[in-house]
Structure formats: C-alpha cells, structure tokens
T-cell receptor
Framework: AQSVAQPEDQVNVAEGNPLTVKCTYS??????LFWYVQYPNRGLQFLLK??????LVKGSYGFEAEFNKSQTSFHLKKPSALVSDSALYFC???????????FGTGTRLQVFP | GAGVSQSPRYKVAKRGQDVALRCDPI?????LFWYQQALGQGPEFLTY????????KSGLPSDRFFAERPEGSVSTLKIQRTQQEDSAVYLC???????????????FGDGTRLSIL
C-alpha cells in the first residue's frame, strides 16, 4: 500500500534561514512525488514534482526538493525562508499505473521575522 | 478566472439533508478528481473522471456519495442523507492529462467547507 509520512506537525524557522520540511514515502515500484502548499481557506497549490532524472528538483517560489531513493525520502528545502512562506505543506505520492494521489497529513511552516 | 472554481464556498446543512457541491474545472482539462479533507488531515481521494466517464469511485465512503460529470466539464458531488462525519472540506482538482496515470500535477480549487449540524 502507498503511504506518506510527514513526521513534523510544525516547523519553525527565522526569516532568512534555510528551511527543510521532511517527507518519507512507501510505494511499490517507482514513485511520482509532489509537494503542494495550502494557504488558509484556499486549495492546494502545486510547488514541484519528481518523476525521474535528477534527484534535486527545483520548483516554484525558490523551493526545491531532494529525492533519496535509498531513504525513501523527498524533503522540501529552501535556502532562505520568507515570512510569506508560512503555510501548510503537503507531500504526496502516486505509484505508476494508479490514479490515487496519497497525501501526508501536512506540516505547518511558521517563518518568524 | 482561469482556475478551478468550486461553489458554494461554505455550506451548512442539517443532518439528514441532501447537499450538492459544484466544480468547474479549468477549461479543456480532461481529468477531474474529488478529494475530502478532514480537519487537520491531508486530502483523501474520492473519485476520478476522465471526461464524462467515472473511471474510479473507490474512495467514495458510502453509497450516500454520488458524483457526476455528464458533459465532461462541470462536475457535481452529491451527498444524500448527510451525517456529521461528512463535515469536511471537499476539494476538486483538474488536470490536462489525458489519462489518470499521467505525471501532470493537479490544479485544485479552493474547496467547499461542508458543516453538518
């Protein structure tokens, strides 16, 4: 069965510091991996995806994520956090030949001025 | 606008009433998904349409839930005889992908927050 784990309910970081939001997954075969961000009372916005190729994926708003097959992880990173990055972040996985996108429970990122 | 549009944004209903939630996907998007997001949780898959065909409804929690997309564009999620556990945010997403196995990202609407009293 497919699953996604986001071990941290909340991550706090000071503005200007690097941030990491963790994600690990379990899926049969090669995964499609995604990160989405959700602002209050809004739907999810796509940030980036890993399909194949380079393990470091660059996405919107300066975010990037590193795919690590041996650790089954897909951590989201940003070199310098902004207060406006404060939001709820969801990692999601889908196995090939399935249509179900499985989401983690989300990590709330709080960036302090 | 060019995004996925959902209505109403908020819906309050009494237990036992029927509700209908509407989704207008991005024009031309073939694939349409419905998700249920409980408070403090990630979205959970409900059902998938490719044009007007409902190819996967395995995530619908009971036979009280019914979805349709008769002309391959607008979709409606209907919940009959609502119960308190149906309270959640219902998200619709669409994708230009021609099939459900694509790696194309899904574009989400802002959701309908359903509260059952």
């Amino acid at each position: 069965a497919q699953s996604v784990a986001q071990p941290e309910d909340q991550v706090n970081v000071a503005e200007g510091n690097p941030l990491t939001v963790k994600c690990t997954y379990s899926v049969s075969g090669n995964p499609y991996l995604f990160w989405y961000v959700q602002y209050p009372n809004r739907g999810l916005q796509f940030l980036l995806k890993y399909i194949t190729g380079d393990n470091l994926v660059k996405g919107s708003y300066g975010f990037e994520a590193e795919f690590n097959k041996s650790q089954t992880s897909f951590h989201l990173k940003k070199p310098s956090a902004l207060v406006s990055d404060s939001a709820l972040y969801f990692c999601a996985v889908r196995a090939h030949n399935t249509d179900k996108l499985i989401f983690g429970t989300g990590t709330r990122l709080q960036v302090f001025p | 606008g060019a995004g996925v549009s959902q209505s109403p944004r908020y819906k309050v209903a009494k237990r036992g009433q029927d509700v209908a939630l509407r989704c207008d996907p991005i024009s031309g998007h073939v694939s349409l998904f419905w998700y249920q997001q409980a408070l403090g949780q990630g979205p959970e898959f409900l059902t998938y349409f490719q044009n007007e065909a409902q190819l996967d409804k395995s995530g619908l929690p009971s036979d009280r839930f019914f979805a349709e997309r008769p002309e391959g564009s607008v979709s409606t999620l209907k919940i009959q005889r609502t119960q308190q556990e149906d309270s959640a945010v219902y998200l619709c997403a669409s994708s230009p992908a021609p099939d459900r196995y694509s790696n194309q990202p899904q574009h989400f609407g802002d959701g309908t927050r359903l509260s059952i009293l």
